[in-house]
């Protein structure tokens, strides 16, 4: 009897311990937890941003990096295959080794914990009298931080061109392109055909633990890759969303108005605070055209987001800090 009851101690105590680990791990995202309390947290205009237009932007060990597009970063006022690194304590950016072969704008790009990944997009092969002669593009590269160099990779599995949206979950990396969706391994260097990728408009990618949220035209849809499938959440109230990021548990939705946090815990949204971009207390030409000035990327360095803007005619070099526990 007092085996059957030591054994039997022993299996509840390994499945509490199982369960916490999975909880810790993020593997069962919606362990019941404690709804944390709304701070709106601040908003703090840093330095010049680089003013990158159709560029690729991740956060990697610490700094945020803005490749590729039409970026504007002294001494040159182009630089279709620059890469420059975001300094946070410092408020500075560095230009980092430049993406190797030809300039590109549109491309696609996401980052594991050790490496950056970019590749695919268009690039402007010459003139034909008033119109740019565009060509598509369909190699991949490695960006190695520590080396601060390139590495050419297999080529993107969707064909030349421009792909929808790219993101990473626990180190592996995914593409959308055509309404279909591709996971890359880093380690063998392959792609893998995951399905279908169900959205034919603009979506903003947040990443939380082991899963992937997308938004689109006001609806929020959740990936998991371990079972390979999506499914609709809370509805996003605030409208159209222009660019997104997150922290290690909330996602953020930044529009012209305001920023809103995402708890997965509770399936949630809630305003934060207004973002300065638009109407009265804007300073930013043109004011009060909602559809002429954008937040236009955005990316995490130390629980704190970053995000820089975009008006049509013209870059936009304000740059801020959205620090959400503040």
Not at 17 to 40: A, G, H, M, R, W
Not at 302 to 311: A, I, M, P
Request: charged share 20%; net charge negative; glycine share 12%.
């Amino acid at each position: 009897m007092k085996k059957h009851l030591l054994y039997l101690l022993a299996i509840l105590l390994v499945s509490t311990s199982c369960k916490e680990t999975l909880c810790e791990n993020d593997i069962y995202p919606f362990c019941e937890q404690e709804e944390e309390p709304v701070t709106l947290g601040t908003i703090t205009e840093k330095g010049k941003s680089p003013s990158g237009i159709h560029a690729v932007v991740f956060s990697l060990q610490g700094k945020g990096y803005m490749a590729t597009g039409s970026l504007r970063f002294p001494p040159s006022d182009g630089g279709a295959n620059q890469l420059i690194a975001y300094n946070a304590s410092e408020d500075k950016w560095t230009r980092m080794a430049s993406m190797p072969d030809r300039g590109r704008l549109r491309a696609v790009g996401f980052a594991t914990d050790t490496k950056g990944y970019v590749g695919g997009g268009n690039t402007i092969t010459g003139h034909d009298g008033n119109t740019f002669v565009v060509g598509d593009l369909k190699d991949f590269w490695e960006y190695d931080p520590k080396q601060d160099n390139w590495t050419q990779k297999a080529d993107l599995p969707g064909g030349e061109g421009n792909y929808d949206v790219g993101f990473s979950i626990l180190n592996k990396g995914y593409v959308a392109k055509d309404n279909k969706l591709w996971e890359y391994h880093p380690g063998s260097d392959t792609w893998v055909l995951k399905g279908d990728f169900p959205f034919n408009a603009r979506v903003e990618m947040f990443i939380i633990g082991p899963l992937a949220y997308a938004v689109e035209e006001g609806k929020l849809w959740e990936y998991n890759p371990h079972v390979n499938k999506w499914r609709a959440r809370a509805d996003f109230p605030g409208g159209g969303a222009s660019t997104a990021f997150s922290t290690t548990t909330k996602g953020y939705v930044i529009n012209g108005y305001a920023i809103w946090e995402y708890n997965p815990y509770s399936n949630k949204w809630y305003e934060k605070v207004g973002t300065p971009i638009i109407g009265k207390d804007s300073n930013i030409p043109p004011q009060g055209q909602p559809n002429d000035i954008y937040p236009d990327y955005a990316f995490e360095v130390d629980g704190k987001g970053y995000f820089g803007l975009y008006y049509r005619g013209g870059f936009a070099e304000h740059f801020y800090e959205y620090d959400p526990n503040n």
